[in-house]
């Protein structure tokens, strides 16, 4: 190796590699022909073109109005937009009688993801500990691994996290020394990513009442970072309560979610909810990272909010993607093998599939290629998991599951990738 | 302190202050009678709401066009807009005879900021080095120490970076066994913020020359940060030849500019462009961070610069900042004491000021104190430099400056602004 060989990196640099998303998102742009039921795109044809439009005439009409959407805002975020997310959050707590979250508790990103990044950076270092719900979000699982974190998964179900296995995890830590590094339990709690589970409320209080009593042996608060994402894209409507609406708790939950999955993708704003004295760390690090998210995006947000554009959208998605959730549904139950299994979600962009254990859909295995042959892309499951310690039965578990979404697809590639990938599962025979 | 008291935080969680620039940007935003000639805001009469409205119309008036634009893109950014930026460098760099840059190496970011951000975080372990400008951008300046990087600074004058201190730098880092931690020297190098100095080509070359030299003994590459940020905001026009024309040297310069100050703060679309072998990882570290910057503003800025206003507004905006920075010249040579002194700059946002060395305009001092008084703000001169082990009588040169900027300021502000601060400072005498 020559000295202009060697790049002088980081570890975080050294650990940089491509991530599985990039690889299956540049693949299905780059070939037209492969039908992508992996990536977490939008809908497209539901994309609120006319109502953006319409908006941003109103914030540029008016040149006062319009030179100040255009100028730098503050690091925290736009004060008006603020005080809307907040109104919606407590709209959605209001029933369960907890004290309203303040406007001030709030900071506006580029998206949720960038609030789950800044949220990291403020929280670990190398070799802290983070529990994930196994499955969990396969791009968090990167940041965190990409950080040098040691990350552990507990198992959820339809009860959300498996209560026993996550005490079970606690004790197992505290035994090892390790409770002291453990910083945070991430669970994404409505119509999960990938596996399209809700957590019920009673469950999250269950675990932020686990972290409590482990806080002490930790030495420090043992958070609960909700991602709420898929929040505003239940099918049938109202969200059930945040982890906020448990008062007690309020000084361990971190709540993120954002605008860009229920309204555009293109337009990137996201928020984050944290404890008080948490908002003054995470603005330093943000103001380091672009001194505040796009003015002309909160803007655009605040009015989309006001005229009631955002709620008149959110229902017509919400009727959208139950109608693609149901044709992905129809198409694999015509197009599938009766081996493959799952459980059609009530919201969100995901239908989670389990084959039998001994069945690998890995990105290097038989039936990724038969179906990449077949032209149609997956999420393998085995990436949404916690590499555990010596689990190795477990694994082959995990590696029997795959992710489809129907968010992007239109309706005919929604058919047609059903029946190619069907087609592609009925070249393998189970055990 | 009880257990609750006890945030976790990661080391850069718990380095994590306000900012001096924070502090101030919303100290100016809260008392509406103050005057800031502090904060880095571009000119608000002449931002471009006409053009912006006109530009959304073309995007969002094509109803496939308009949904491209909402959806998201990839991580890399628009493949037009990279195209449009290597036409826009390699105009400049044309008459060298360089080869041109190509679109592959260039990644988009959420203003030029989250580029520096990036590439930092491909870069830097805590305890290694960076050589900056003295004075440099203080915001990248909190950025290297939040990371735990130690900064060292080389001076710079009218000629450039100061080589034969950067020399006998480079020469007493080997000596310390410290050269192996040095990752890359970073500069501004077109009306450089805060000294409104811009770097000779030939200078670059020098550094570079330098820089090659010592890789043998770091054992690795050093790399050359341009951050052109003010590039397109010369007065009189055409910029000279970045660092990028030096063709042999490519592999270590990586280049920063953005289109927030030339174009809108609100709008946040900044790039960098790295030596191939770079690109890969701080894609993977941006795919953590947001998947890529908003599509919508991207496709605006394409327009914008296809259509030529983007060219248009320029011309516009160059007139507008020549004007408005005469205007704080002239106002200055009225009401400062004779003994403060400074050199009216080609372009950019700021004109920086000496004071005699033994006075001090620290946020803490009396002048600044006096100035607040008079309800007039300005950038202490001393959060620009790094700190130099040991160099207290230089640290008491460094504290005798001031930046002070025309941007956000309008024309009655920089009068009254200037009138303010010369009455402060002329309550203090010089010794």
Same mark, same amino acid.
């Given at each position: 190796?020559?000295?202009?060989?060697?790049?002088?990196?980081?570890?975080?640099?050294?650990?940089?590699?491509?991530?599985?998303?990039?690889?299956?998102?540049?693949?299905?742009?780059?070939?037209?022909?492969?039908?992508?039921?992996?990536?977490?795109?939008?809908?497209?044809?539901?994309?609120?073109?006319?109502?953006?439009?319409?908006? @941003?005439?109103?914030? =540029?009409?008016? %040149?006062?109005?319009?030179?100040?959407?255009?100028?730098?805002?503050? #690091?925290? !975020?736009? $004060?008006?937009?603020?005080?809307?997310?907040?109104?919606?959050?407590?709209?959605?707590?209001?029933?369960?009688?907890?004290?309203?979250?303040?406007?001030?508790?709030?900071?506006?990103?580029?998206?949720?993801?960038?609030?789950?990044?800044?949220?990291?950076?403020?929280?670990?270092?190398?070799?802290?500990?983070?529990?994930?719900?196994?499955?969990?979000?396969? @791009?968090?699982?990167? =940041?965190?691994? %990409?950080?040098?974190?040691?990350?552990?998964?507990?198992?959820?179900? #339809?009860? !959300?996290? $498996?209560?026993?296995?996550?005490?079970?995890?606690?004790?197992?830590?505290?035994?090892?020394?390790?409770?002291?590094?453990?910083?945070?339990?991430?669970?994404?709690?409505?119509?999960?990513?990938?596996?399209?589970?809700?957590?019920?409320?009673?469950?999250?209080?269950?675990?932020?009442?686990?972290?409590?009593?482990?806080?002490?042996?930790?030495?420090?608060?043992?958070?609960?970072?909700?991602?709420?994402?898929?929040?505003?894209?239940?099918?049938?409507?109202?969200?059930?309560?945040?982890?906020?609406?448990?008062?007690?708790?309020?000084?361990?939950?971190?709540?993120?979610?954002?605008?860009?999955?229920?309204?555009?993708?293109?337009?990137?704003?996201?928020?984050?909810?944290?404890?008080?004295?948490?908002?003054?760390?995470?603005?330093?690090?943000?103001?380091?990272?672009?001194?505040?998210?796009?003015?002309?995006?909160?803007?655009?947000?605040?009015?989309?909010?006001?005229?009631?554009?955002?709620?008149?959208?959110?229902?017509?998605?919400?009727?959208?993607?139950?109608?693609?959730?149901?044709?992905?549904?129809?198409?694999?139950?015509?197009?599938?093998?009766?081996?493959?299994?799952?459980?059609?979600?009530?919201?969100?962009?995901?239908?989670?599939?389990?084959?039998?254990?001994?069945?690998?859909?890995?990105?290097?295995?038989?039936?990724?290629?038969?179906?990449?042959?077949?032209?149609?892309?997956?999420?393998?499951?085995?990436?949404?998991?916690?590499?555990?310690?010596?689990?190795?039965?477990?694994?082959?578990?995990?590696?029997?599951?795959?992710?489809?979404?129907?968010?992007?697809?239109?309706?005919?590639?929604?058919?047609?990738?059903?029946?190619?990938?069907?087609?592609?599962?009925?070249?393998?025979?189970?055990?």
């Amino acid at each position: 190796m020559t000295e202009m060989d060697r790049k002088g990196l980081s570890k975080m640099g050294a650990r940089a590699s491509d991530l599985p998303i990039s690889w299956l998102m540049e693949k299905s742009l780059e070939r037209p022909s492969i039908v992508s039921l992996a990536a977490g795109f939008t809908d497209n044809a539901s994309l609120p073109v006319a109502f953006t439009r319409e908006v @941003v005439e109103q914030v =540029l009409g008016n %040149n006062l109005r319009g030179q100040k959407a255009l100028q730098y805002g503050t #690091t925290r !975020g736009d $004060d008006r937009l603020r005080s809307l997310i907040s109104t919606q959050i407590n709209s959605i707590d209001h029933e369960t009688g907890a004290t309203p979250i303040s406007p001030a508790e709030i900071v506006i990103t580029h998206g949720s993801q960038q609030f789950l990044y800044l949220f990291c950076e403020m929280m670990l270092d190398e070799g802290d500990v983070v529990i994930v719900e196994d499955p969990t979000y396969f @791009v968090m699982l990167g =940041l965190l691994e %990409n950080r040098g974190v040691e990350v552990r998964g507990v198992p959820i179900n #339809t009860q !959300g996290v $498996d209560i026993g296995a996550l005490d079970q995890l606690l004790h197992s830590l505290k035994a090892d020394g390790k409770i002291s590094r453990l910083k945070f339990f991430y669970a994404v709690t409505y119509f999960q990513n990938p596996s399209g589970l809700t957590t019920p409320a009673s469950n999250k209080l269950e675990v932020l009442d686990l972290l409590e009593k482990f806080e002490s042996s930790a030495g420090h608060r043992l958070y609960y970072l909700e991602d709420a994402a898929y929040m505003h894209l239940g099918f049938m409507g109202h969200p059930m309560p945040t982890a906020l609406s448990f008062e007690k708790h309020r000084g361990r939950i971190v709540f993120s979610s954002t605008f860009s999955k229920p309204y555009a993708t293109g337009l990137r704003v996201g928020y984050g909810i944290l404890p008080d004295d948490l908002v003054n760390p995470i603005l330093f690090i943000k103001t380091n990272h672009d001194f505040g998210t796009s003015n002309f995006l909160q803007a655009l947000m605040v009015t989309i909010i006001e005229t009631g554009r955002y709620d008149q959208h959110l229902t017509v998605l919400r009727q959208r993607y139950a109608d693609k959730c149901r044709m992905l549904d129809d198409a694999m139950r015509i197009h599938f093998p009766d081996w493959a299994t799952w459980q059609v979600p009530d919201g969100g962009l995901y239908i989670w599939v389990q084959l039998p254990d001994h069945m690998d859909t890995s990105l290097n295995g038989a039936i990724f290629q038969a179906a990449f042959e077949k032209e149609v892309l997956y999420v393998p499951g085995g990436l949404c998991f916690a590499r555990q310690p010596g689990a190795g039965d477990q694994n082959a578990h995990h590696r029997a599951t795959l992710r489809l979404s129907y968010g992007g697809a239109s309706e005919d590639a929604i058919r047609l990738g059903a029946q190619r990938l069907g087609d592609a599962l009925k070249e393998f025979v189970p055990g």
